[in-house]
């Protein structure tokens, strides 16, 4: 193994360590940590498969192995991007009904408020 199949190693394995503490801190909820997880995992798989890596490179026609590396980390950095904006508007969606419900909700209470103060 050499230094480079080290560094990635112990960087995927932090992470593992990191996801698994956040999360029985309660930082970090399963979904997210499940998530994580996995990403570590395929870190240490990627850094034991560095060799298997540059022949996949070579038969994609990509000449320097670490260009096939960026361009998974880009593409897994877009979907990540791609589905925190969906969670985003579903959320922002959802807060806009609440907005709405709580606005109702203090219109009710005030008219039975008018309606209490003219019964007395």
């Given at each position: 193994m050499n230094i480079i199949q080290l560094i990635v190693s112990g960087a995927a394995l932090l992470l593992f360590i990191l996801t698994v503490t956040m999360t029985a801190k309660n930082?970090?909820?399963?979904?997210?940590?499940?998530?994580?997880?996995?990403?570590?995992?395929l870190g240490v798989l990627m850094s034991f498969a560095?060799?298997?890596?540059n022949r996949f490179a070579t038969a994609l026609g990509i000449a320097y192995m670490p260009s096939?590396?960026?361009l998974i980390a880009?593409?897994?950095?877009?979907?990540?991007?791609?589905?925190?904006?969906h969670?985003?508007?579903?959320?922002e969606a959802r807060t806009r009904v609440l907005v709405q419900e709580v606005a109702f909700l203090k219109k009710e209470v005030?008219?039975?408020?008018k309606k209490e103060d003219r019964g007395l």
């Amino acid at each position: 193994m050499n230094i480079i199949q080290l560094i990635v190693s112990g960087a995927a394995l932090l992470l593992f360590i990191l996801t698994v503490t956040m999360t029985a801190k309660n930082k970090l909820t399963d979904q997210y940590a499940f998530m994580w997880l996995a990403f570590s995992l395929l870190g240490v798989l990627m850094s034991f498969a560095l060799p298997s890596l540059n022949r996949f490179a070579t038969a994609l026609g990509i000449a320097y192995m670490p260009s096939l590396i960026y361009l998974i980390a880009f593409l897994v950095v877009l979907a990540l991007l791609i589905y925190h904006t969906h969670l985003l508007s579903k959320q922002e969606a959802r807060t806009r009904v609440l907005v709405q419900e709580v606005a109702f909700l203090k219109k009710e209470v005030a008219e039975m408020k008018k309606k209490e103060d003219r019964g007395l």
